[in-house]
């Protein structure tokens, strides 16, 4: 029998790793942005189309993702995903048309990283029943490693060969280190039986999730949230080269938003065990720091559906990120500059925190809208 307290660890550390090969691969098409400008002549627009390409068909894989973890486990399906990550960044680096980009990228690279971040989430959670915060708290902290890490070195390689190359050595990071640490990854045991224990709620139907108010109060406050910051991160390193700044060091301010969002992550998970996830989303969002919408589900869906329940929210945040990212280049491209996509990016914020208001208590979750 597999000893949970320490198993968990491998798991949950598999799981970082993975997210942080992954996330900060997607994140780096930021750093592509000017170089693909440059090289191939294509509209920062035209690439803002692919990060939402990207992030739609994320959002849509994540939900399937989600149903499939509950059903067979994290680890078949990560495999599955690594090896679509690793072949869509190999393929990137032979495109010489933009459609070819938006297979290679927007749908291979996107259907492979959306493997992971669900199946991952809702295993490390299974695994740490009295700990949820700190392991979904870990497991998205890869986020921002992945940044600190990807970007620079994307950048680094752009400068020292071409983006194909980096293209072509990042698809082989992919495989190297997802392929092995999916291996890592069990299903957590089942959990001792207590008295104090509620019983199993009932299945989780597809109408009772997308007809329950608290469903959408979670999911489009996480919408909001990712609208909100996704276009500002995605145009960081263009928006600091345009005003002068040096192209590795736009790229490690990109890196160190990376750094920053790892201390938040991890701070709102340890957070969460001790004062509720609720009153942590709500600090969260004004402090601006990425709360833990994982946990947030949890609570109110349940484990047996949380694959399925946390796919669906996390489906619905995809298309912020996309939105986010793709409006802020055709801001850029019709008034050349980006003031209006940060200003728009603060009121889309504090909807946000209005959304996270509307939030009943756990009791009323599966109450149809």
Known sequence: MIDR????????????????????????????????????????????????????????????????????????????????????????????????????????????????????????????????????????????????????????????????????????????????????????????????????????????????RTFWAIALTHFACCAAHSGPIFHMVSHAIDQGVPPLAAAGALGISGLTSIIGRVGTGIVADRFGAKRTLLTGLVLTVMPLYAVVTREYFGERAMGTAYGGVFFISCLGMGLGSYAGGIIHDLLGSYLWLFLGSGAIATMAIVLALTLRPPRSALRPA
């Open 5 to 212: 307290s320490s198993y968990g660890w491998v798991v949950l550390g598999a799981a970082f790793v993975i997210i942080t090969m992954a996330i900060g691969t997607l994140f780096c098409l930021a750093v592509f942005l000017k170089p693909l400008e440059d090289s191939m002549g294509w509209a920062r627009s035209s690439v803002g189309g692919i990060a939402l390409l990207n992030w739609i068909v994320m959002g849509l894989g994540s939900f399937v993702a989600g149903y499939l973890s509950d059903r067979f486990g994290a680890r078949p399906v990560v495999l599955g995903g690594g090896v679509l990550l690793g072949a869509g960044l190999l393929l990137s680096a032979q495109v010489l048309l933009l459609w070819q980009f938006y297979i290679t990228f927007g749908l291979l690279v996107g259907f492979g990283v959306s493997c992971f971040y669900v199946p991952l989430t809702v295993s490390a959670i299974r695994w740490f029943e009295h700990r949820r915060g700190m392991a979904a708290s870990i497991v998205s902290s890869g986020n921002g490693l992945g940044t600190l890490a990807l970007a620079p070195l994307t950048r680094w390689l752009i400068n020292a060969y071409d983006w194909r190359t980096a293209f072509v050595i990042l698809g082989e990071l992919a495989f190297l280190i997802v392929i092995p640490a999916a291996f890592l990854l069990r299903r957590a045991p089942a959990a001792a039986a207590s008295p104090s224990r509620p019983g199993p709620p009932p299945a989780l139907t597809s109408q009772a999730l997308w007809t329950s």
